[in-house]
Structure formats: C-alpha cells, structure tokens
C-alpha cells in the first residue's frame, strides 16, 4: 500500500482567514514532504520533515507554518495568504530522505 | 543550464506504437532518478525508479540510465490513450555537502498525447 492521503480535497480561504491543511501515511516511512504545484509546472519543494525534524526549508514565507506532529501525519497551516498563494498543495512521503516520493491526492487551494 | 532537463514535447504517437521520453542531467554526481506520470488536475503517480546503469522493466515501461551520458530514458511499449498525460523526470542532485537531502528536482515535463 503507498497510500498518502491529505484533507481537505479543496478550499476556498480569504486573506484573514486561518486554516491547516492535513496529511497522513501509514506506510512507516520517515520522511514527508510539501510541494507546492502551479498550472503547467512542476512541483515546487517547501518543506521536507526527516524523522519528524524540519531538515529543509526552501525558504518559504513565514504564512506557511508546517508542523509535524508524529511519524504519520503531517500538517501545514496557513494565515495572511495572498492570492498568488493558489495553487494545487501536495504531500509526499519517502522511506527515508534519499528514496522515491510518493505522492497523496492534493488540496486544490484558492485564495479569495 | 538546469538541473534536469526534459525534452519540450509535446510527442503525440499513434495507439500501439512506443513512446520514447527523454531527460538530461548538469549534476554529474546525481545517484537516483524517478518517472512520474500526471493526469491533468491530478497529483504526480510514481511510475519507475532507477538507481543503476542498465534498464529497468516494469510491464509496458523501461527505464534507461546512462550515468555517462548523464541521460535517463522512459520507454512506454503499447501505448494507449490512457498513458496520454505530462510525464516528469526528477532526480537527487548532490548538495554541496554531499547528500541531497531529499531535495528533488523535476524537469518541466513532457506532455504525451497517444492518439487511436
């Protein structure tokens, strides 16, 4: 099984709001990761978590705080977004940091 | 340059025939290559892995890495219009440190359109 899947499938969020979006695998593997999509490119790195430890951060603005509450599930919560934050927003996990990605479903993110 | 590089596309074959999918690499020292397939409106499928020169077989798909070319190939036999979709070609390069990290990088994506 290399199930990753994330909640909410969509959402629609003004400028002030707050919201988190959810991902969890059960898969045992050890490190999970944020992408962000745009229409017609390729995903872009965010956030990588190895061991439950923030190993990378690509520099992303602080209105994206992810969080990694244990080995299975990781989240990211948004405030302050601007419009141009829309996107389609991926999680990823790996066995460990050097070895295949798999990807969940998504959530379909607009900002208002 | 950049890190991986795909061919532009995008490649439209005929129902049946072989799709060939191609990507290049700068990072000479990059160890682990991976194939995705996306549907439109859908996330990235992993579809191959390969971490050795050679070929690898999975089904209707070979991959191909010739780490002296620094070239990495995705074979599709059969091809059918349900393989019609973008195909990403991603790679670990090596940080200065030499690890990467789980820094992936993706080519820009080939869109492959196999008509009956």
């Known amino acids: 099984d290399t199930e990753v899947t994330q909640t909410p499938k969509h959402l629609v969020m003004g400028m002030t709001n707050k919201k988190s979006l959810k991902c969890e695998q059960h898969?045992?593997?050890?490190?999970m990761y944020w992408y962000k999509q745009k229409a017609k490119k390729p995903p872009e790195l965010m956030f990588v978590y190895s061991y439950e430890k923030l190993s990378i951060n690509e520099s992303v603005p602080s209105r994206f705080s992810p969080e990694c509450p244990n080995s299975s599930l990781l989240n990211l919560h948004l405030h302050a977004l601007q419009p141009e934050d829309s996107a389609l927003y991926l999680c990823?996990?790996?066995?460990?940091?050097?070895?295949?990605?798999?990807f969940g479903p998504g959530t379909r993110l607009t900002v208002t | 340059q950049k890190e991986v590089e795909q061919n532009s596309g995008p490649l439209s074959v005929p129902e049946g025939a072989i799709a060939s999918l191609n990507c290049t690499y700068s990072?000479?020292?990059?160890?682990?290559f991976f194939w995705y397939r996306q549907y439109s409106g859908k996330s990235p499928e992993l579809i191959m892995f390969i971490y050795s020169n050679g070929d690898k077989e999975d089904g209707r798909f070979t991959a191909q890495l010739n780490k002296a070319s620094q070239y990495v190939s995705l074979l599709i036999r059969d091809s059918q219009p349900s393989d019609s979709a973008t195909y990403l070609c991603?790679?670990?390069?090596?940080?200065?440190?030499?690890?990467?990290?789980?820094?992936?990088?993706f080519g820009q994506g080939t869109i492959l359109t196999v008509h009956p």
């Open positions: 898969m045992g593997h050890r490190a």
């Open positions: 991603a790679g670990f390069p090596l940080s200065a440190g030499g690890t990467s990290y789980g820094k992936l990088t």
């Open positions: 990072d000479r020292g990059s160890q682990s």
């Open positions: 990823a996990s790996s066995p460990r940091n050097t070895a295949e990605q798999y």
